[in-house]
């Protein structure tokens, strides 16, 4: 899952880099290039943590069935 993540992160940023090279000279003049960079660092991160949370979340989910499919299992036997 962190390979996906890793994707959407590096997707994110090049079209976040080609929508800021798209923009007019003149709203480098009214925004910062450092507000302009925190604001990207600030969405990747938020984005990995996301993706690093749904794949937690996925591999719980998964144990929890496995554990209860074989408990169910094994108390069928006796």
Not at 23 to 51: N, Y
């Amino acid at each position: 899952m962190s390979t996906t993540g890793h994707r959407i992160t590096q997707s994110l940023r090049k079209q976040a880099y080609a929508a800021i090279l798209q923009q007019e000279t003149a709203m480098f003049d009214r925004e910062s290039t450092g507000e302009l960079v925190g604001r990207l660092s600030e969405d990747t991160q938020l984005s990995s943590a996301v993706t690093s949370n749904v794949s937690d979340d996925l591999r719980s989910a998964i144990m929890a069935i496995t554990g209860m499919s074989m408990h169910d299992v094994l108390c069928r036997r006796r």
